[in-house]
């Protein structure tokens, strides 16, 4: 063997093994990148399946309705508030504090009379900010403690500022009081679950499980709508429309779990996830390497 055919062979074998290592080179990043997806695939499909199997908003949303709140929008979006109306009150200031008090006047009836029954509606108090400006916080205040606020107003010397209209909470559009809300909500968390979507229910046993369930909290709210803030004809006609709506939220929970469709969906999504972490989550491929002669390569001949 002469000396051009030694260097042609050790030429043929250091072009093996510099391809050797880049095949090295190359399983390394693809495993590196696999490990990568795996990872983020797997922190989203946590994120999801938590976003999936969340009750905080639904008992949210039940709670808001049960107490009559309104869904009203700013530039944020949309948020919840409590129904409000629009009344006439008169301003009362405090000459030493500057507290102003908001004084509804109420006209009533009574044995061929009319009579004026003064309610305090809403109290506010001057506060300071950083700069220095005074603006006003103002306190909603319930009936009952009306009396008690009347008579400390009057040991305090008052100007009169005329009449304003103002808004208050409309107690007449709440359908429940805080008792009502508490023994409905505590019902409805019982069945808005992650137990609940996640097991496994033949459609008879949902309808016998609703069926039960409608029996038993038409008795109980009958019993109780009065105690529970039930105490006019408006919030009466709401009586059913509860119920209906109670009932078909903890139902639209239950067909979730209708012959596990729950558990199979995360199951599948769990299968797919994977797969898109091992088979194709390669990223970008490098540009291709300049073809070398190689002995054992036919193509690069």
Known sequence: MNEDE???????????????QELKNRNAQLGQAALINQGANSQDEQNLIHYQLETDKILERIEHFLKGDQVKFNEEGAYYDSPTKSILASVKQDSKSNVKYFVQELKEQ???????????????????????????QEVDIMEFDSKTILGKMKQLKLKDLGYQYINVVDEDKKPLNEQGVAEFMRVISMYVTKETFLSYYKEDRINEIMGDLGDKLNDFFYCNYEKMGMDTKFKESKYTLLIL?????????????LEGAEQENLRTRAIVTQNQGFGGGGGHRSPSAKKRWSP??????
């Open 6 to 20: 030694n260097l042609e062979q050790d030429s043929a074998v250091n072009d093996i093994l510099l391809q050797n």
């Open 110 to 136: 009574k044995r061929g009379s009319e009579t004026v029954q003064e309610v305090v509606v809403k109290i506010a108090h001057p506060i300071k900010d950083e700069d220095g400006e005074t603006f006003y």
């Open 245 to 257: 709506n109670v009932l078909h939220t903890i139902e639209s929970c239950y067909r979730r779990a």
């Open 296 to 301: 054992i390569k036919p193509s690069t001949w």
